[in-house]
């Protein structure tokens, strides 16, 4: 600590937004630990080249940028963290930025995993003999699981592997009888294990068929890693009580009206989404798990609760939030790999559990956004740069017509496209005319 109580990372975070870009890579720079290849990669020099985006996909063009950027200001488990995020939309790196100088200010944040395994589903589309197949899986569990570890050698070295196989007796939706489903769970380790639980399901179909008589249908996995949930907590001590209410009261709301809990959630994983980006994560599948673990008492549900107890803000996230750390786009894509370096993890449980705070935090800000100022006035300041940019400014005009707007806003409580153009044109009418001068 220095003479001012400051930790050497809380300075880094100092002004971080007010900051040149060449000087926030410095920061992140050194932060993190990066070598210059490291920061060319976050930095857009060096990224995805079309080589090796031709082994990703299909019928490769090109490649796609977003804008990467990062929160800052979180303090998760006791450890100060730089956030890499990429994602398009304004304001949501700034509010992330905000919310979590606010919650390290008066509280705390606290992560933790609820299990560790993944599911993969054999499908029996009609069973025959319900209790003929249960009594073969039970009699031949140990074997199917030793099979099935001996398609993924590479990961029970590392400590992971098939743990256990359980059958669910489901009633048809078409209500022609009975579907068996067999889950296969897997402890991927560091990663997130779609490929491998895929093959180890493909591999035990003919196995199943023997020891059942029954017909396998579909083997893949699930998306629903219920047995591996993500949580999330953060107290905010002492807060105005009027505020605490509102954020009270709003999570109420969502978890009273799926109408509102789909925008609520949607908030949560505006925090989630661009992490999983930065760093090259399955966000498609993560989005399915999550909306899915929200909707599996029958009634769409928020992933976040917050209350009240005392003088104290109470938040909660769980969901599961199964990401990888090895493997596949993690470690081919450049930015991922700085990405995933600068947030010094090196577990996939690790990423999870911070993906869940910042989703917190995320839901946190937006909550007090709408009990305070409300989220268009929250969103109007920040979009102010991109009002000028599309009114036409050159880029040493974005900041004047940004501030102009801001003032604008002030007053007149909304801002558009045609009062940014106004608001340009009155610049440069004012620079003509200190010309003529």
Not at 2 to 25: A, I, K, M, T, Y
Not at 31 to 47: I, K, M, Q
Not at 329 to 350: D, F, M
Not at 417 to 437: F, G, K, M, N
């Amino acid at each position: 600590m220095d003479d001012q109580g400051l930790s050497p990372n809380q300075d880094l975070f100092s002004g971080f937004h007010r900051l040149e870009r060449r000087e926030r890579l410095e920061r992140a720079k050194l932060f993190g630990g990066l070598d210059d290849a490291e920061v060319r990669a976050l930095s857009g020099e060096e990224t995805l080249t079309p080589e090796v985006a031709e082994h990703l996909i299909e019928n490769v063009l090109g490649t796609f940028t977003l804008p990467l950027g990062v929160a800052t200001h979180f303090r998760i488990d006791a450890r100060d963290l730089l956030i890499p995020m990429a994602v398009e939309e304004t304001s949501i790196i700034a509010a992330a930025s905000a919310t979590a100088k606010w919650v390290k200010a008066t509280g705390d944040i606290k992560t933790r995993m609820q299990g560790e395994l993944i599911i993969g589903q054999i499908q029996i589309p009609r069973v025959t003999d319900l209790e003929r197949t249960r009594q073969a899986l039970v009699r031949n569990r140990d074997l199917l699981i030793g099979l099935g570890n001996a398609c993924v050698p590479g990961l029970v070295a590392r400590g992971g592997g098939i743990r256990d196989i359980i059958l669910r007796e489901l009633p048809r939706a078409d209500g022609t009888g009975t579907m068996g489903v067999i889950h296969v769970l897997c402890d991927p380790c560091d990663a997130m294990g779609a490929n491998l639980i895929n093959q180890v399901c493909e591999a035990l179909k003919p196995r199943v068929e023997s020891l059942t008589g029954e017909k396998v249908g579909l083997c893949i996995l699930s998306n629903l890693t219920d047995g591996k949930v993500a949580v999330a907590e953060v107290i905010l001590r002492n807060i105005d009580p009027e505020l605490g209410l509102g954020i009270s009261e709003a999570a109420q709301f969502a978890k009273t009206d799926p109408y509102r809990a789909a925008t609520h959630n949607k908030g949560v994983m505006n925090g989630v989404d661009p992490i999983l980006i930065a760093t090259g994560n399955d966000w498609r599948a993560v989005e399915a798990g999550v909306h899915a673990y929200a909707a599996r008492s029958g009634r769409y549900q928020p992933v976040t609760d917050w209350w009240m107890e005392g003088a104290d803000l109470h938040g909660r996230f769980e969901a599961p939030l199964t990401v990888g750390t090895v493997g596949g786009v993690t470690r081919l894509h450049p930015s991922a790999r700085a990405a995933i370096k600068l947030l010094g993890v090196t577990h996939a449980e690790e990423l999870s559990r911070i993906a869940a705070a910042v989703g917190l935090v995320q839901n946190l800000g937006a909550l007090k956004a709408l009990a305070t100022v409300g989220i268009v006035k929250g969103h109007m300041q920040l979009h102010a740069a991109n009002l000028a940019i599309a009114a036409g400014a050159e880029i040493h005009e974005v900041a004047p017509v940004r501030d102009r707007l801001a003032e604008v806003l002030k007053v007149e409580k909304t801002i558009n496209l045609t009062r940014a153009r106004q608001v340009l044109e009155a610049i440069r009418s004012e620079e003509r005319d200190a010309h003529r001068l």
